[in-house]
């Protein structure tokens, strides 16, 4: 992460709603945020640009969560990845944090409560 630059976030989720809630809230923290309801699209960008922060819902159409955040840590290891899902179970939480999932959020959440995770995940970036 490199000092004075905005930190830059990816939210992947197939219910607009997410993301038009989402962007304009972490946007009035400062934050350079960037939204996708199709994965496809979500990883074509990712290949051109590392993200700082993804934040992804598990349960897509196409390329579901895990597979695409697997795809985000391959090519960028150091961008913190945030789950949100409607689905929760041990067994999602227990696979994503084997994959390197920074934290998981469940479905519904206050837009608070993302914008702790995304703090501690710059703060995390910030020590590496």
Same mark, same amino acid.
């Given at each position: ?28 923290? !400062? ?30 159409? !196409? ?36 994959? !390197? ?28």
């Amino acid at each position: 992460m490199r000092t004075g630059e905005k930190t830059t976030i990816l939210i992947l989720d197939d219910e607009p709603i997410v993301c038009k809630r989402l962007k304009p809230y972490l946007e009035k923290y !400062g934050y350079e945020v960037e939204t996708f309801t199709d994965s496809s699209n979500a990883l074509e960008r990712v290949k051109e640009k590392d993200f700082d922060i993804v934040i992804t819902d598990l349960k897509m159409e !196409g390329i579901d969560g895990m597979t695409f955040l697997t795809k985000v840590k391959e090519k960028s290891p150091s961008t913190q990845v945030i789950v949100i899902t409607g689905f929760a179970t041990m067994e999602t939480a227990k696979q994503s944090y084997q994959k !390197g999932v920074f934290d998981f959020i469940a479905k519904p959440f206050k837009l608070s409560e993302i914008h702790e995770v995304v703090k501690k995940a710059e703060k995390k970036l910030k020590q590496e």
